[in-house]
């Protein structure tokens, strides 16, 4: 399935994580129904990290990284959206893999 | 509670500047007005020879708390260079009782709500930072970083300050050797401290709670990843030699040079203060570590 998100979001702007939530939801049940999907960023022109980590950062917490890098892809995103995007889904990785740890350790640090 | 009858008078000190002392006015300006209600207050500005015009938006983030309590704000004795900065940022549009043009060299007080038009958000940035007489000339991909950065800002005081409001001056200065503008945004939301306190079930400073937040990806929220934002904010005004201002609580953070120092406050500002300065004419303002495969991000 395409998922054009500027239709999504009615919009080339996407600023607040309450934007990204539908977009989450759309790209949640296609992978549910075992659907490829291909996110289109054509006309976007503006996008926070807090935008993608609602929008996508969030399904590492509910799909494996394996089906996200095998049902997930991507056309007509700029290189500086890229960089946000990839920056979104490292930390996310890396939190989701065991959240517990990503806190403790930064208590760890913290509170020696 | 209503104080008094006597109109309660603050005097503004000589010089209100981004640093310890205006942070401190400011901060004490927050506090000694906490309680005011069905008041007037003035502030007299009769000894002050400098306000940056970018601390508009802190200023009018206490003025307009103070109004909510239906308390009367009157800004007296302006001399005339900050009557003339205040004018030209449409602050005293606000706050005065003048009608007033606008100017080509400020980013023109605004407050902006949790549900604003996005569209028309970005659009009032363009306009007043971009599309303005003198500005040097910037390839779309380096506005973009500095909108990007300066909506996370925004976005981080609306969803952390769990504010209804966050606001916002500039103040643009296209005729420096190397042009700049500097961005304060001012929020009266949950300071970084109780946030950062509450969520590691700790009692450290402000300081200590506005570095933990700088942190490539800590963040207060549960469950779920963020505390990217400011650290690509940091990353931005690494590359392109300009600086990042923090205040919340008791703690200021100046991020500049690649270095954090942190300032003594003896107020405390019970919101949060962000001040970024950048670079608007930079042969590096905007660089890619590495090419991206778009096939790698997943």
């Known amino acids: ?112 | 509670m209503k104080i008094t009858d006597k109109p309660y008078v603050i005097k503004v000190p000589i010089r209100v500047r981004g640093n310890t002392l205006g942070y401190d006015f400011i901060s004490n300006l927050a506090l000694d007005t906490y309680l005011l209600e069905d008041s007037s207050v003035i502030l007299d500005f009769s000894d002050t020879k400098w306000f940056d015009g970018n601390l508009c938006s802190a200023l009018g983030t206490i003025l307009d708390d103070v109004k909510a309590r239906r308390n009367t704000v009157f800004l007296r004795n302006l001399q005339r260079h900050v009557h003339q900065a205040f004018t030209k940022n449409k602050f005293l549009d606000t706050f005065g009782d003048i009608p007033i043009s606008e100017d080509s060299l400020t980013i023109p007080y605004k407050k902006i709500g949790i549900n604003e038009n996005e569209q028309e958000a970005k659009d009032f940035f363009n306009d007043q930072l971009f599309n303005k007489p003198d500005m040097p000339l910037m390839s779309n991909e380096a506005r973009k970083r500095v909108l990007v950065a300066l909506f996370e800002v925004c976005v981080n005081a609306l969803t952390h300050g769990e504010c209804e409001n966050v606001y916002v001056c500039g103040q643009i200065f296209p005729n420096k050797e190397i042009p700049e503008v500097s961005v304060t945004f001012s929020d009266m939301g949950r300071t970084i401290g109780a946030n950062v306190n509450a969520f590691l079930k700790a009692d450290l400073s402000g300081n200590k709670t506005i570095l933990w937040a700088l942190e490539d990806g800590n963040t207060t929220k549960v469950n779920t990843t963020g505390g990217i934002g400011l650290k690509l904010l940091q990353s931005l005004v690494v590359l392109n030699h300009g600086s990042l201002q923090i205040v919340s609580g008791d703690g200021f953070v100046e991020f500049l040079d690649g270095y954090n120092k942190e300032y003594e406050l003896d107020g405390y500002f019970p919101g949060t203060i962000v001040t970024i300065k950048l670079r608007l004419k930079d042969s590096n303002f905007y660089v890619l570590s590495s090419e991206i495969d778009i096939n790698d991000i997943f």
Do not use: C
Not at chain 1, 68 to 78: A, F, G, N, Q
């Open chain 1, 1 to 112: 399935m395409d998922l054009m998100i500027s239709q999504v979001i009615d919009g080339n702007t996407a600023i607040a994580p309450s934007k990204g939530e539908s977009v989450h939801e759309k790209i949640k049940q296609a992978l549910i129904d075992q659907e490829t999907v291909i996110l289109d960023f054509t006309g976007m022109e503006l996008m926070t990290t807090a935008f993608l980590n609602s929008a996508i950062g969030q399904l590492y917490a509910e799909f494996s990284t394996e089906l996200l890098r095998d049902k997930l892809k991507i056309k007509w995103i700029s290189q500086s959206d890229a960089v946000l995007l990839k920056k979104v889904t490292d930390t996310a990785k890396i939190y989701f893999a065991n959240p517990a740890d990503f806190e403790g350790n930064i208590n760890e640090r913290i509170n020696g």
